[in-house]
């Protein structure tokens, strides 16, 4: 009898302390780890979040919290109208086939464009998507000064350096040159 009531003592025990040791929440497994299900990034975040590392003015700040509300509306929009991610992806395929014949630059962008597997209201779609991207990179270079440029990781540079006006470019290329 004293063996049976300490293992009934030992199974209580153990099955009042086993869920303090289980996970509070499933742990995500796959390709859609640490991704937030259903609720997406604003465009903007990824660009917004690598300037933290360059001190803007408060100008600076107001400035670029609007170009960043324009882009985030907009795009919002486009989802309204039908604009999904896969659309970009559809693109990236198009151009990457386009890229491995040899063309390269505008008429790589056309061809991909008429290449690509969707509607026209779909590719329109894609291009205004494009022109509000390329309208906040080019507010957000313009208003960076050369030596916060320079504090930027690479990857928003070749973003931003494409939206860079004439006048930046030829000093930044005359800079690579010297």
Known sequence: MNCMSRLLCCTVAALLVSPCFADDAPKDKGKDKGKDKGKGEKPSS????KLEA????????????????????GMA???KGGFTPDLFKKRAEAMKKVREEGVKGKDAAAKAMAAMDATDEQKALLTKAFELQAAFHKGVAGMLSEEQMGKLPEDVKKHLGHALPKEKKDKKNKAKAE
């Open 54 to 73: 360059v001190e803007l003015t408060s100008d600076q700040k107001t400035k670029l919290e609007e170009l960043a509300g324009a882009l985030d509306n």
């Open 77 to 79: 929009e486009l989802v």
């Open 46 to 49: 990824m660009v917004v979040s």
